[in-house]
C-alpha cells in the first residue's frame, strides 16, 4: 500500500499502528532552491521567479503547482 497525505492527525490510529503500516517517509516542505527549479521546469525564470519562489515560504510542492494552474 502506497499512500499520501499532508494530515498525518486526520488518519485513524488504527490504520498506523505497529504490524500494519511498517515504513513512513516524511518529506518537509522544498527550500528556496527546489521551489526555484520547479518554476524553472515550469518556464518561469527571472524576476518573476525571484519573486515567487520568496512568497511561497512553506508550500508544497503540490501547492506551488496549483498555483501555477
Known amino acids: 500500500?502506497?499512500?499520501t497525505t499532508s494530515h498525518m492527525e486526520l488518519i485513524d490510529p488504527a490504520v498506523i499502528r505497529a504490524g500494519r503500516i511498517e515504513g513512513r517517509i516524511?518529506?518537509?516542505?522544498?527550500?528556496?532552491?527546489a521551489r526555484q527549479c520547479l518554476l524553472q521546469t515550469k518556464g518561469i525564470e527571472g524576476p518573476l521567479c525571484t519573486a515567487v519562489?520568496?512568497?511561497?515560504?512553506?508550500?508544497?510542492?503540490?501547492?506551488?503547482s496549483a498555483l501555477l494552474v
Open 26 to 33: 516524511v518529506l518537509g516542505s522544498p527550500d528556496a532552491k
Open 1 to 3: 500500500v502506497v499512500a
Open 53 to 64: 519562489v520568496q512568497a511561497t515560504e512553506g508550500l508544497s510542492f503540490a501547492d506551488l
